[in-house]
Antibody
Framework: VQLVESGGGLVQPGGSLRLSCAAS????????MRWVRQAPGKGLEWVSV???????YYTESVKDRFTISRDNSKNTVYLQMNSLRLEDTALYYC?????????????WGQGTLVTVSS | AIQLTQSPSSLSASVGDRVTITCRTS??????LAWYQQKPGKAPKLLIY???TLETGVPSRFSGSASGTDFALTISGLQPEDSATYYC????????FGPGTKVDLK
């Protein structure tokens, strides 16, 4: 059971990035899949979720800018990030929601670093 | 906004010590809580879920408990590899994380 994120990098304010989270050992469409970020030296912040039925939710600060999606054929979850801001700089983790209640994430990727800077 | 507070923010203890970290919700929610361990440069690792259930493979020296809206993570017999930052996590509308408690070895 593994998650591998990719797609991070350096981007200017206002730019876009698409993060990928490739899963192995389980089927992403059978779980709630979440993105969690951690700014440098800071704590954890939930960003977004995609449910098994395709419903999506976002933390307030990224609504209308970020879009979570899933490709079942590739067993991969994505996070499209547009209109990036300096405060979006963080290590972005993909995580599996163990309970489907949002209160326990049992599988995490290694993270992919997003740096927003001019 | 709902906040999780953790205390202490950091602590230093010796090998073999019993260490307790507490987590409290700002609005008194008593719903299930999880605990994670994060070492530098690594992803968080789930230790405890449903307040007191040990995740598979986690050493039994870790335990979770609750008293009303106060939650606790206890390490009974601190080991060198337990040096890390510990986060609590609760779902109240959306997932919330505590600010973390850094545990160092003396």
């Amino acid at each position: 059971v593994q998650l591998v994120e990719s797609g991070g990098g350096l981007v200017q304010p206002g730019g876009s990035l698409r993060l990928s989270c490739a899963a192995s050992g389980f089927t992403v469409s059978s779980y709630y899949m979440r993105w969690v970020r951690q700014a440098p030296g800071k704590g954890l912040e939930w960003v977004s979720v995609i449910y098994g039925d395709g419903r999506t939710y976002y933390t307030e600060s990224v609504k209308d800018r970020f879009t979570i999606s899933r490709d079942n054929s590739k067993n991969t979850v994505y996070l499209q990030m547009n209109s990036l801001r300096l405060e979006d700089t963080a290590l972005y983790y993909c995580a599996r929601d163990k309970s489907a209640r949002g209160d326990a994430f049992d599988v995490w990727g290694q993270g992919t670093l997003v740096t927003v800077s001019s | 906004a709902i906040q999780l507070t953790q205390s202490p923010s950091s602590l230093s203890a010796s090998v073999g010590d019993r260490v307790t970290i507490t987590c409290r919700t700002s609005q008194g929610f008593s719903s299930a809580l999880a605990w994670y361990q994060q070492k530098p440069g690594k992803a968080p690792k789930l230790l405890i879920y449903d307040t007191s259930t040990l995740e598979t493979g986690v050493p039994s020296r870790f335990s979770g408990s609750a008293s009303g809206t106060d939650f606790a993570l206890t390490i009974s017999g601190l080991q060198p590899e337990d040096s890390a930052t510990y986060y609590c996590h609760q779902f109240t509308g959306y997932p919330h994380f505590g600010p973390g408690t850094k545990v160092d070895l003396k």
